[in-house]
């Protein structure tokens, strides 16, 4: 059943909605679902940022009715059908597990999203990448910054890629990139943020004693471990967690949280607001 | 900031939301909050049922208009008004905890209620409802049901009930007390529904050995133990847990998700569908 | 590090604990955890039955010694090396997302056991087990029960399967399988037990409305669905999921709960109880 | 069923277990419980703390002989007899949630413990201490601490207070009254520690845009904040909660971690190690 999304945000108005479910009403096309949310400053409603996203049945002239009723209103707007596949780059390391719990949703056809590439700076993972016929490409790192990247968004550009997934990829990307595929990228961070920015968290969670370990992905921003959090989640520890158990714990929640996130990226529920923070529809 | 809040189901059509947006806008009420959600019989979008909740700015005239509106489309709905708060009778028996958590909460003004009256066939708790100022009515079991019920349906009319919590009132009401509140009366049921229907949950859960026990907060109905399931929650338990332990941490689930489930109600958030399941835009 | 594992039980004696540990400590081995749990019938103490896990270094003659120690007491027990992985045979039909994690995990290492062979009905999945060199084993059902669960012990025995693991394995097992390999096979039921039993789970799920779904991980026993539960989980869900969102988001938490029962018995960490329950010293 | 409990920890040495359950043993007295932990600094079982909990029947002289025995060994100790109740002063000051909740708790039975006073710097509560019979201590703050506390000192000492818990009491304490009831004072800290620390944290993680928040009980020692974590939960949140219903649901959370964790201390579950961390037996 193919249908348009649109994800739309402005300064809250008197008569948004009405207005555009009008337009769709209009084109014969059914309203499968709506969201709204209004974010208010300071519990007025004055001052109110509104978020939409709808989900309607294609009909004919629908979509440039309302892409013409959106421009005319001010209203930013990101339109998709649905039947258009996001193309993914997975981007891994050494490491497996995320990598492979993705790959294999994707693969089961559980989001509407497809791996058109693998790219690691290590080798560990080609074998899986082959396994289900995807193209793969090592990068090596320990190179001028600058030439990786290009390599990167060489590889990024050729594959069209919509979306960059950092699965446990262990390179600190560089603003070029970052501001090349702004909101696009997407990296799985293996603490609860904002607890234990930086290396070796588990490490320091197991230091501090704490009684839950987390996992937070997020979309990646200039501002290492800051950028917009789009889902977490933690598990239950207790003294008899060393930390090499607590990285394996970690392994777990890091998978799901990841393929969770990416799942609603894909799905087009997530809107980025003004105040680095997400907005999930979900 | 007192709204209105609009709670809607009809079959599903073109342009009901256009409808009804336009009819808000029109009078020049801003629209804070849209929920919305089809739900198809078989995948397929020609027969969906679809339900509404609109949260908007109070404004001359826009309720008249929105009812005749409503009316004129044939669409079943509820208008409420957000500086009304639900009249609620908490009904108990012996044991206190499901009782004192939803009091406490709606003391501490944390959902648009009020405890108008208790009713308990005990008095053992009597002496919190004292406290806080609340009428307290004595109404013992051990008598014909229809004596009691008449006397149970006299209070609550005198106090203009809107809902009835049965917060372990362990006496099974009539048809006659469940028509008369039809979807008015909340209960909590002790275990995850629908696993171990019936007396003594904790022991057969205990003697299945499961790793989780629950707890189930449902609408009210003829058939006991199956009415329409408002909020469910778990804990996780393990082996050292022998039946008392359950019960104790029974009662922790059983008040908090108990409490939840009015929560939703009073602030109009639930719908209960002709499939006896309940939507509950949270 | 090497080291013993001991599981025990026995009736509640006055100086098991005593005993055992000395004969442990007489060997110059040091004990590295002990987990102790008696359960009692009816809150008396006189009734209880003991559970005992111990895990103590490796030491000359400490294995022989504790032998003859348990065998002169009557004491129930089993002793094992650490050093000694256990052998799993892999069980999967044509759904590959509980087949696949523990197939990963093990691969990194996460549990002391090995995939020693896949055995499927389909050969949906071969290559995942062709890829990490695993043997396959395509065994067709639709034959002859006593023909195919022939195949199905001969090669569990060539490889000396200490473990069969129904990994969303399609088919009903004879009573002959499940007595060969009393206590050593273990499925994953795609529902929080004791709820919806039987098939089409999910579907029955969302028709009743709850607000979590789970998975139920148990050894088989000759009745369906009524073998001792090693795991459980849940998660939550709302009224926009539907049957095939469920089947989704079962897969998930069918994945992880498979996967830890299998990891606390490969670490000797369950005993079943007379009771047809699990101690799970976790 | 009176018993004794046994909270022990040393150095890990070789027969530690042996001796002391053959101390029990030969007192006739039977062991009902033992929990057992070593930590290893580097996954090395050279220089481990061994930590350990014994249950067991009150016999004629097991105590005595048990507790000559721990001193000829140089083992640190607590003995408790189960029968004693645990003798809690409550702190509160304006906001009733976690107070309520403990006090009610405590007054089900639900630990092994009893309110003797209740300390606040406000009279907000002093009718819920009231119905119950509780003595209530108004101790206003705003005047020299050292005043406030020498107050609070003489009302512990005269109740023979064994734990103070802080049930969101709004005063700093003086490095005198921690160093008095050195790990006998219980916290709960508004958010997941380390995340968020000190004032605001409902609006810091609004701001950070997190999807759960929680709370954490910790022992209070001098550094803010920086004590031993005894019990931390979580709880969902999304966009559109704001600030205030992030204080709300935040209001949940902290009144059961806080009751748990004082559930768990006055059980004789918990050691504090060396590390700043906590054992919890649970």
């Not at 949703?105 to 082959?130: L, Q, W, Y």
Request: aromatic share 8%; hydrophobic share 35%.
């Amino acid at each position: 059943m193919d249908k348009y999304i649109l994800l739309a945000q402005c300064k809250d108005q008197l008569n948004v909605t009405a207005y555009i479910s009008s337009i769709i009403s209009n084109h014969q096309s059914n309203i499968l679902h709506i969201d709204h949310f209004t974010e208010y400053e300071k519990d007025s409603s004055d001052e109110g940022e509104l978020y939409l996203r709808f989900e309607f049945d294609k009909a004919p002239d629908v979509k440039e009715a309302l892409e013409a009723g959106l421009h005319e209103r001010g209203i930013t707007y990101r339109l998709y059908d649905s039947a258009e596949k996001m193309k993914i780059a997975l981007f891994v390391s050494k490491e497996d597990h995320a990598f492979n719990e993705l790959l294999l949703r994707v693969e089961r056809g559980e989001m509407p999203a497809e791996i058109v590439c693998v790219v690691s700076n290590h080798e560990t993972n080609k074998h899986f990448a082959d396994n289900l016929g995807i193209p793969f490409y090592h990068v090596p790192s320990g190179r001028d910054k600058d030439i990786v990247e290009t390599e990167i968004i060489e590889i990024c550009e050729k594959y069209e890629v919509d979306l960059i997934v950092l699965a446990k990829y262990m390179q600190i990307l560089t603003s070029r990139l970052v501001t090349r595929y702004k909101n696009q990228i997407i990296n799985i961070h293996h603490s609860f943020l904002p607890s234990f920015i930086g290396a070796n968290p588990y490490k320091k969670a197991w230091e501090r004693g704490v009684k839950l370990v987390g996992a937070t992905s997020h979309y990646v921003t200039e501002d290492l471990d800051e950028g917009p959090i789009i889902e977490q989640d933690v598990i239950r520890i207790n003294h008899r967690y060393n930390v090499k158990d607590l990285r394996k714990i970690g392994r777990h929640i890091e998978s799901t949280v990841l393929a969770q996130a990416v799942e609603y990226h894909t799905e087009h529920k997530v809107i980025i607001t003004e105040g680095n923070k997400t907005i999930v529809f979900n």
